[in-house]
C-alpha cells in the first residue's frame, strides 16, 4: 500500500471494512427467533380477519393504525417453517433498508457535491455507530414487533426529511409525485407509533416556520403536509384502546414525574452516548474533515447562517421530547424502543451542532487543533472504525456470540424447544419443561416465565395450536 494512502485507496479501505462490520449484524439474525408478541400478534392474525383484528386493536389496546397490520400479517402467521425464514430476512432488509435510506438522505442534502463513495461510507459510519449504541439492538431489528413499530419508522423518516431538504433546495418546487410520496410516507409513518406521530406534528410546525421566515409567507405544500400529520396524530391520538392500555398504568399523565424523569433519562442516555463511547471521536473526525474542505465545503454556507443555540439544544430536545411520550401516558420508562429512536435521531443533530459550533465559534475564536496530515488522519480513523465496530461494547459481543457459536447454540436450543413442543401437542400432553436455552450476549430477549400462565408461555402454546399445554423452562444451570 505504500508509505501513505490516496484518497480513493482510503476510502475503499474504508468502505471494506464498514462493510465487513456490517456483515456481522446481518450474520446475527441468522440466528433469532420469535418471541413474545411476536406469538400473540401471530395467533391473533391466524384466527381473525385483518379488518375485523386492526378494529378491535384500535378500540381496545392502541390506535397504530398501520404497524399493527404488519404485525398481524408477519412472518409467523405463515407457520414456523416459512416463517422464521422470512422472519430472519425482515431483520437484514431493514438493517439495509436503514442504511439505503441513510444513503438517500445524504444523497438529497448533498447531490454531486460529495462523491457516492462518501456518501455510502458516512452513510455506513452512522448505521455502524447506532448499531454500536443502541441500547436494545433487539427492539431495534431483530425483534419483528419492535423493528416494524419503531424502527421502520426511523428508516422511512430519513426518506421523509431528505425529500423536504430537496424541496427547499429546489426553493420550494415540487412535483405531483413528490407531494404523492409525502403524503403517503406521513401517514405510513404517523401510524406506527406515538412517538413518530408526534415527532411528525413538531416537525411541520418547524417547517412551517422555516418557510416563513424564508420567504415571508406561509407555503401551501408546507401547509397541506401540517394538515395530513396533524390528521394523522388525531387518528391515533383518538383511539379509545389508548385508555384501555394506559388504564394498567398507574403513574400516567403526572405531570411533575414526567418532567423529572424526562430530565432525568435526557441526562443519562445522552451522557452516555456523549461521554461512554466513540461518539465524540467520530464527531471530532467530521469536524477535522471539514475543516479540510475550509470554504469550499458544501455546508459552510449552511452552517454558517444556523442559529448556533437552536443548533446546540436541538439534540437534547429530541431526546427530551422522546421521553416525555414515553411517560406521560405510562408514567415508566419501560421497554427501551423509545431510546432507540432518540439515539437515532441524536447522532445526526449532536454531530450538525458539532460542525455549527466550529464554524460559528470555535474557528473564530482561533481554537484550532495541532497540525494532522493526511496520512495520519487516515489510519486513526481506519483504526477508530476497527476498534469501536468490531472490538468495544456492543460489537465486541456480537464478535464474541459469532465467534465462539454462542448465537449458533442458542438457534440449535431454540429450535429443539420447538420439536419438543411439537411432540408434546402431538402425545396432547398438559405438561411441557423446555431446558434452559442461554441467550446472545449482545441481544435481550424476553426470557419464558417460571409460570406457565404468564402471557409469553399462553402465546407459544396457542401458537402450536394447544392453549391448554402448560409449558414452563428449566431454571438456569
Same mark, same amino acid.
Not at 291 to 317: E, I, Y
Given at each position: 500500500m505504500?508509505?501513505?494512502?490516496?484518497?480513493?485507496?482510503?476510502?475503499?479501505?474504508?468502505?471494506?471494512?464498514?462493510?465487513?462490520?456490517?456483515?456481522?449484524?446481518?450474520?446475527?439474525?441468522?440466528?433469532?427467533?420469535?418471541?413474545?408478541?411476536?406469538?400473540?400478534?401471530?395467533?391473533?392474525?391466524?384466527?381473525?380477519?385483518?379488518?375485523?383484528?386492526?378494529?378491535?386493536?384500535?378500540?381496545?389496546?392502541?390506535?397504530?393504525?398501520?404497524?399493527?397490520?404488519?404485525?398481524?400479517?408477519?412472518?409467523?402467521?405463515?407457520?414456523?417453517?416459512?416463517?422464521?425464514? @422470512?422472519?430472519?430476512?425482515?431483520?437484514?432488509?431493514?438493517?439495509?433498508?436503514?442504511?439505503?435510506?441513510?444513503?438517500?438522505?445524504l444523497q438529497q442534502a448533498f447531490g454531486n457535491a460529495i462523491s457516492t463513495i462518501a456518501q455510502w461510507s458516512i452513510a455506513l459510519v452512522f448505521l455502524l455507530f447506532f448499531l454500536h449504541r443502541m441500547p436494545d439492538a433487539s427492539e431495534g431489528f431483530y425483534w419483528y414487533t419492535g423493528s416494524m413499530t419503531y424502527q421502520l419508522p426511523n428508516a422511512l423518516s430519513l426518506l421523509l426529511l431528505g425529500n423536504w431538504i430537496a424541496f427547499f433546495r429546489k426553493d420550494g418546487s415540487s412535483g405531483i409525485g413528490w407531494s404523492i410520496a409525502q403524503v403517503l410516507l406521513v401517514i405510513v409513518i404517523a401510524g406506527c407509533n406515538e412517538l413518530h406521530m408526534a415527532l411528525l406534528v413538531l416537525l411541520h410546525l418547524a417547517l412551517l416556520v422555516f418557510s416563513y421566515q424564508r420567504i415571508r409567507k406561509h407555503d401551501p405544500v408546507v401547509i397541506g403536509l401540517l394538515f395530513v400529520s396533524v390528521a394523522c396524530a388525531v387518528v391515533v391520538f383518538a383511539a379509545p384502546g389508548n385508555d384501555t392500555r394506559g388504564a394498567l398504568f398507574p403513574h400516567r399523565h403526572e405531570l411533575l414525574r414526567t418532567i423529572g424523569y424526562a430530565f432525568a433519562q435526557?441526562?443519562?442516555?445522552?451522557?452516555?452516548?456523549?461521554?461512554?463511547?466513540?461518539?465524540?471521536?467520530?464527531?471530532?473526525?467530521?469536524?477535522?474533515?471539514?475543516?479540510?474542505?475550509?470554504?469550499?465545503?458544501?455546508?459552510?454556507?449552511?452552517?454558517?447562517?444556523?442559529?448556533?443555540?437552536?443548533?446546540?439544544?436541538?439534540?437534547?430536545?429530541?431526546?427530551? @421530547?422522546?421521553?416525555?411520550?414515553?411517560?406521560?401516558?405510562?408514567?415508566?420508562?419501560?421497554?427501551?424502543?423509545?431510546?432507540?429512536?432518540?439515539?437515532?435521531?441524536?447522532?445526526?443533530?449532536?454531530?450538525?451542532?458539532?460542525?455549527?459550533?466550529?464554524?460559528?465559534?470555535?474557528?473564530?475564536?482561533?481554537?484550532?487543533?495541532?497540525?494532522?496530515?493526511?496520512?495520519?488522519?487516515?489510519?486513526?480513523?481506519?483504526?477508530?472504525?476497527?476498534?469501536?465496530?468490531?472490538?468495544?461494547?456492543?460489537?465486541?459481543?456480537?464478535?464474541?456470540?459469532l465467534i465462539t457459536g454462542r448465537a449458533k447454540k442458542y438457534d440449535q436450543g431454540v429450535t429443539k424447544g420447538y420439536r419438543l413442543i411439537t411432540g408434546a401437542v402431538h402425545e396432547e400432553l398438559d405438561q411441557l419443561q423446555l431446558p434452559f436455552v442461554e441467550t446472545p450476549k449482545s441481544l435481550h430477549i424476553l426470557p419464558l416465565d417460571t409460570s406457565p400462565d404468564h402471557w409469553t408461555n399462553r402465546s407459544l402454546a396457542n401458537y402450536f395450536g394447544d392453549p391448554a399445554l402448560n409449558i414452563t423452562v428449566a431454571p438456569a444451570q
Open positions: 505504500g508509505a501513505s494512502m490516496s484518497t480513493r485507496t482510503f476510502s475503499f479501505v474504508l468502505l471494506g471494512i464498514l462493510l465487513a462490520a456490517l456483515a456481522r449484524h446481518l450474520w446475527l439474525a441468522a440466528y433469532v427467533h420469535p418471541f413474545g408478541d411476536d406469538f400473540s400478534y401471530a395467533v391473533a392474525g391466524m384466527h381473525t380477519e385483518l379488518l375485523l383484528r386492526l378494529a378491535v386493536e384500535y378500540d381496545s389496546w392502541n390506535g397504530r393504525y398501520f404497524s399493527n397490520i404488519l404485525l398481524l400479517r408477519g412472518p409467523m402467521v405463515l407457520g414456523l417453517q416459512k416463517g422464521l425464514v @422470512i422472519y430472519r430476512c425482515a431483520a437484514i432488509v431493514l438493517i439495509l433498508f436503514t442504511l439505503f435510506a441513510a444513503y438517500r438522505f435526557t441526562a443519562r442516555f445522552t451522557g452516555t452516548w456523549l461521554f461512554l463511547s466513540t461518539g465524540v471521536l467520530f464527531s471530532l473526525a467530521l469536524v477535522i474533515q471539514q475543516r479540510a474542505f475550509g470554504a469550499n465545503s458544501p455546508l459552510h454556507s449552511v452552517l454558517l447562517r444556523m442559529n448556533k443555540w437552536l443548533a446546540l439544544v436541538l439534540p437534547f430536545a429530541l431526546v427530551f @421530547i422522546s421521553m416525555v411520550v414515553t411517560y406521560w401516558p405510562t408514567g415508566l420508562l419501560g421497554q427501551y424502543r423509545t431510546v432507540n429512536v432518540a439515539l437515532f435521531y441524536f447522532v445526526p443533530a449532536c454531530c450538525l451542532a458539532m460542525l455549527v459550533w466550529d464554524v460559528q465559534v470555535l474557528r473564530t475564536a482561533r481554537w484550532s487543533f495541532r497540525d494532522l496530515d493526511q496520512r495520519t488522519f487516515q489510519w486513526a480513523f481506519l483504526l477508530l472504525c476497527v476498534i469501536t465496530f468490531f472490538f468495544l461494547g456492543r460489537d465486541g459481543r456480537v464478535s464474541s456470540d
